[in-house]
């Protein structure tokens, strides 16, 4: 009896297409540029993870980096001398990361005055773009205005961003809210009605949930803690509650594990700290939120009580692990809430902005400009 026959298994479209190709150099070209689409679609979608910190003096905020995979060479040049060696480029501060893309605070100076732009980049890619400022004026008695800008980026939703800026006048009255689409590449103006009852905490830093923007906030004449979604036009999306009386002070808000983060204190009367909680917004729908961990200052910093500018640096997106700063003796530590064990991982010079950087490798039509 004759041995059964191996089934032949049927050409996989990677394989045909191989076989093919070698005969038609314009079908391996068209080939290649499906694979590379296929493989850039893929990588898109992978979220972007920590893999350190930017920091430098208060003048610019950048310039070093701390590598958390314990490499010597950083993953990107921190001081970003693809952008700052060009001769359009005068003064960039840095403001924020999201995802990746980090935004910059260009000032440029003209014969009239001083001008004051955005630049989004990608350092992994060397792509970044110029986004004009709104050209809008302070309109206030005074002529005082403060902006805090915000970039918004989500990979897997969309390769475009976002830009959301507010304008303060004196009191930290908001005078003005802007959105950027890079689709557009316009800035739309938003009515402030919408914001008449909500003091926007800029100290704090914000995060990226839900593709939305949300930053912590006071509401009302008896100036009750909430965090507020922001929609695309700058407007309030949602208002979420916060329970101040039961967890303390909200000192940071961050995303990890598609849950929105936070960690806060109660304060004593002279507004110290012994101990600090971490806090996830378990049912966005519901606003239940649980209590993850609670930690002390002595076991973070080695000291008994800490404040607000011991501030929270980080959440890790994919580990229950959270970083911190402490502005009295330098550390950056990092504090594992499964093992409870807390790492110093270094010590920075002087009061240093440290922002998280999340490496992304795609390149994006949204950045039309390249080294």
């Known amino acids: 009896m004759a041995a059964p026959r191996e089934a032949r298994r049927p050409s996989s479209p990677t394989t045909s297409s191989w076989r093919s190709s070698r005969a038609s150099p314009s079908r391996r070209s068209s080939d290649s540029r499906a694979w590379f689409g296929f493989i850039t679609e893929r990588l898109r979608k992978i979220p972007p993870t920590l893999q350190g910190f930017l920091y430098g003096p208060t003048n610019k905020n950048y310039g070093h980096f701390f590598n958390l995979l314990g490499r010597s060479v950083p993953p990107v040049d921190p001081s970003f001398a693809f952008l700052t060696k060009l001769?359009?480029?005068e003064r960039i501060i840095l403001m924020g990361s999201c995802n990746g893309l980090v935004l910059f605070l260009h000032s440029r100076r003209s014969e009239a005055h001083e001008r004051e732009d955005y630049i989004v980049c990608n350092p992994a890619t060397k792509e970044w773009v110029l986004v004009p400022g709104t050209g809008t004026q302070c309109d206030n008695e005074l002529n005082y205005s403060v902006t805090a800008g915000y970039l918004i980026?989500?990979?897997a939703v969309s390769s475009g961003f976002k830009l959301v800026q507010f304008m303060f006048g004196t009191n930290m009255t908001l005078l003005q809210v802007h959105t950027y689409s890079s689709e557009s590449r316009v800035w739309s103006g938003k009515s402030t009605e919408c914001w008449s009852d909500v003091s926007i905490q800029t100290w704090v830093?914000?995060?990226?949930?839900?593709?939305?923007l949300h930053l912590v906030a006071r509401l009302g004449s008896d100036y009750q803690v909430?965090?507020?979604?922001?929609d695309e036009?700058?407007?309030?999306h949602r208002i979420i509650s916060w329970p101040e009386?039961?967890?303390g002070?909200?000192?940071?808000l961050g995303q990890s594990q598609g849950l929105l983060h936070c960690t806060s204190g109660h304060r004593d009367d002279l507004g110290y700290m012994t101990e600090l909680s971490i806090?996830?917004?378990?049912?966005?729908?519901?606003?239940?939120w649980i209590l993850k961990d609670s930690v002390s200052c002595l076991q973070l910093f080695g000291e008994v009580n800490c404040c607000i500018a011991d501030s929270t640096v980080a959440f890790h997106p994919d580990h229950n692990l959270v970083f911190f700063f402490h502005l009295w003796n330098r550390k950056l530590v990092s504090y594992d809430m499964d093992s409870k064990e807390v790492t110093t991982l270094c010590r920075l010079g002087g009061w240093i902005p440290i922002t998280p950087y999340f490496p992304y490798f795609v390149e994006s039509s949204a950045l039309v400009k390249s080294h």
């Open 245 to 247: 009386e039961e967890r």
């Open 249 to 252: 002070l909200l000192v940071q």
């Open 87 to 89: 001769p359009e480029i």
């Open 226 to 230: 909430v965090i507020v979604a922001v």
């Open 153 to 155: 980026f989500d990979p």
């Open 233 to 236: 036009e700058g407007g309030k």
């Open 279 to 288: 806090s996830a917004l378990e049912d966005y729908g519901t606003e239940q």
């Open 205 to 212: 830093f914000s995060a990226i949930v839900n593709g939305m």
